[in-house]
């Protein structure tokens, strides 16, 4: 009996090893891209939301969403804006939506005022959740600047993006194919 106790905990420590070992074995981005369920946005107050009233996930269903994790002086965010103008504008008629979220990264960029200013430097008009707390980012998992998220129909996370997207780029080509294949879903 004794022996059949230590083959079974052997067998057990294998187990886990090759569990273990498993996670290292996936492309980087494998578990990242696995659809999950999206968090529910972490501020409902309107002095948290630019452009915008508070918004929801729940009230987006039924709407593509892509969430834009950015904050003002991370150049590869505002190099990425452009990109997203004109994805704002080729799915304007469409069930989708750009939500971003700025998380600052600096002290100087939790000031609002100074928040507002880049918005209107840069153009932005879709919605925008101010995520000082990061309470956001964590809630997401987000570890970079800029990120992207894309949500689909039913409130799933189903692909992440990382680093500065330029227009007519493989990133921006792979994002967009994915966005139809969601529309289209």
């Known amino acids: 009996m004794p022996v059949q106790h230590k083959q079974n905990r052997s067998n057990g420590y ?17 578990a990242r891209n696995m659809p999950r369920i999206a968090p529910e946005f972490t501020h409902a107050e309107a ?12 009230s987006l269903r039924g709407r593509v969403v892509l969430v834009d994790f950015w904050t003002f002086d991370c150049w590869n ?3 990425s804006f452009p990109w997203l103008h004109s994805l704002e504008r080729r799915h304007a008629e469409a069930p989708f939506a750009v939500i971003g979220v700025h998380t600052p ?10 928040l507002l200013e880049k918005i209107e430097e840069y153009r932005l008009t879709h919605p925008i959740m101010i995520d000082n707390d990061f309470s956001y980012w964590n809630a997401v998992g987000s570890r970079y600047w800029p990120s992207f998220y894309l949500i689909d129909k039913q409130g799933m996370i189903r692909a992440t993006f990382f680093g500065q997207t ?5 990133q921006a ?13």
């Open 105 to 114: 990264e600096f002290e100087h960029e939790r000031q609002k005022s100074r």
């Open 77 to 79: 965010c505002y190099r």
């Open 47 to 58: 002095e948290a939301w630019l452009n915008a009233a508070p918004l929801s996930l729940r």
């Open 166 to 170: 330029d227009v007519g780029s493989a």
């Open 173 to 185: 080509h792979k994002i967009d194919a994915m966005i139809d294949t969601l529309l289209a879903e």
């Open 14 to 30: 294998l187990a886990a090893l090759l569990l273990a070992l498993s996670a290292f074995m996936l492309p980087a981005n494998a």
